[in-house]
C-alpha cells in the first residue's frame, strides 16, 4: 500500500484525479458552439443514447452520460443538468426547458457515513410530450407521464400523471393539458446555442 499525500493511497489518488478530469472534461462538452461537434462527442465518446432530431443545447451538465437516453425530437434546454448516475430516459417530443436540474442520486441523511445509498429505483422517466419548465427540479424516482406538463420553478418529488399540470414546491396537480397532441420538434437547433 502506497501512500499519496494524507494518507490516500496512490490508486485511490489517481481514480480521484481521473473522474475528476473526466467529470471536467464531459462539463465542456457542453460548452462548445456548435451542434454538429457537441452531438458527435455525446454519441460516439461519453455514448448518450441520443436519438436523430433530439437537441441538447448550450451548457448542459450530465453526469454518467451512459445512463442517459434522449428520445426523437425531444428537446434539452440550456445549462440543464442531468444526473443520469441511476439513469434517465427522456421520451419522444419531450421539451426541458432552460435550467432544468434532473436528480437520481443522493446522500442518505441517515446514513452515519452519509453514503449514497440508492439503486436502480432512483431513476427518472420523463413520458412523450411532457414539457418540463424552466428553473424546476425532478428529485429521483420521479415519472413524469405522457403529455404532463411541470411549471416554471417546481419541485418534483413525485410521480406526475399523464396529462396534468404540477407547480409548486413540492408539485401539485393545478390542472389538466389537453390530450390531442400532434406536435412534432423538428430537430433543427439554433445555430451556436
Same mark, same amino acid.
Given at each position: 500500500l502506497i501512500l499519496w499525500g494524507g494518507g490516500e493511497s496512490l490508486s485511490s489518488f489517481l481514480k480521484r484525479y481521473v473522474f475528476g478530469y473526466m467529470r471536467y472534461a464531459s462539463f465542456q462538452? #457542453?460548452?462548445?458552439?456548435?451542434? =454538429?461537434?457537441?452531438?458527435?462527442?455525446?454519441?460516439?465518446?461519453?455514448?448518450?443514447?441520443?436519438?436523430?432530431?433530439?437537441?441538447?443545447?448550450?451548457?448542459?451538465?450530465?453526469?454518467?452520460?451512459? =445512463?442517459?437516453?434522449?428520445?426523437? #425530437?425531444?428537446?434539452?434546454?440550456?445549462?440543464?443538468?442531468?444526473?443520469?448516475?441511476?439513469?434517465?430516459?427522456?421520451?419522444?417530443?419531450?421539451?426541458?426547458?432552460?435550467?432544468? =436540474?434532473?436528480?437520481?442520486?443522493?446522500?442518505?441523511?441517515?446514513?452515519?457515513?452519509?453514503?449514497?445509498?440508492?439503486?436502480?429505483?432512483? #431513476?427518472?422517466?420523463?413520458?412523450?410530450?411532457?414539457?418540463?419548465?424552466?428553473?424546476?427540479?425532478?428529485?429521483?424516482?420521479?415519472?413524469?407521464?405522457?403529455?404532463?406538463?411541470?411549471?416554471?420553478?417546481?419541485?418534483?418529488?413525485?410521480?406526475?400523471?399523464?396529462?396534468?399540470?404540477?407547480?409548486?414546491?413540492?408539485?401539485?396537480?393545478?390542472?389538466?393539458?389537453?390530450?390531442?397532441?400532434?406536435?412534432?420538434?423538428?430537430?433543427?437547433?439554433?445555430?451556436?446555442?
Amino acid at each position: 500500500l502506497i501512500l499519496w499525500g494524507g494518507g490516500e493511497s496512490l490508486s485511490s489518488f489517481l481514480k480521484r484525479y481521473v473522474f475528476g478530469y473526466m467529470r471536467y472534461a464531459s462539463f465542456q462538452t #457542453g460548452l462548445i458552439p456548435s451542434h =454538429h461537434v457537441r452531438d458527435f462527442l455525446y454519441r460516439r465518446v461519453w455514448l448518450v443514447d441520443l436519438a436523430p432530431r433530439a437537441i441538447i443545447y448550450w451548457g448542459a451538465e450530465i453526469r454518467d452520460s451512459q =445512463h442517459l437516453h434522449i428520445g426523437r #425530437g425531444s428537446i434539452v434546454g440550456d445549462k440543464a443538468l442531468l444526473d443520469a448516475r441511476n439513469g434517465i430516459r427522456i421520451g419522444c417530443n419531450v421539451n426541458l426547458s432552460s435550467d432544468v =436540474h434532473i436528480y437520481t442520486e443522493q446522500h442518505d441523511h441517515r446514513d452515519p457515513w452519509f453514503r449514497c445509498n440508492s439503486d436502480g429505483s432512483f #431513476g427518472v422517466t420523463i413520458c412523450d410530450r411532457a414539457w418540463i419548465g424552466p428553473d424546476t427540479t425532478l428529485l429521483p424516482g420521479v415519472t413524469v407521464g405522457e403529455g404532463a406538463v411541470v411549471a416554471a420553478g417546481a419541485v418534483v418529488t413525485g410521480d406526475v400523471a399523464p396529462y396534468t399540470i404540477v407547480a409548486g414546491i413540492p408539485a401539485r396537480k393545478i390542472g389538466d393539458r389537453n390530450r390531442d397532441l400532434r406536435y412534432e420538434f423538428t430537430g433543427r437547433p439554433v445555430p451556436f446555442y
